[in-house]
């Protein structure tokens, strides 16, 4: 049985939904409307020259409107502008978060198996 979360939303009252196990939370904002809970996974981060400059997780909209409601994995990238070198050190930075990536993949496989959950 999933466990459940209150998340508080934009209505008299909070609202209470299925929580997947791998949910980290669920933003500092919180939703304003039911299609607006997003579940988050924990950040897999990637770091470049001391800084990071991406993130990637597990993520579900459950109540979405306007994406899928099954998990997937959600990737933000930072833009930098690099000279040469730069360049290719950030491309061995991202051969290496490459393997991060694989594996959220298939901790996705294993969720989207069971059901989504």
């Not at 459940?4 to 934009?10: G, I, K």
Request: proline share 5%; glycine share 8%; with cysteine.
């Amino acid at each position: 049985m999933p466990r459940t979360a209150v998340v508080e939303v934009l209505v008299v009252k909070a609202l209470e939904v299925d929580e997947p196990e791998w949910c980290m939370g669920h933003g500092e904002d919180g939703a304003h409307f039911k299609a607006d809970v997003l579940h988050r996974g924990p950040d897999v981060s990637l770091t470049f020259d001391g800084r990071e400059v991406s993130v990637a997780s597990l993520v579900q909209a459950p109540y979405s409107q306007q994406s899928s409601t099954l998990p997937g994995i959600a990737v933000t990238l930072l833009a930098q502008t690099l000279d040469p070198a730069g360049a290719r050190a950030f491309a061995d930075a991202l051969t290496a978060h490459a393997q991060q990536l694989y594996n959220l993949a298939d901790e996705l496989a294993v969720l989207l198996a069971r059901g989504g959950q």
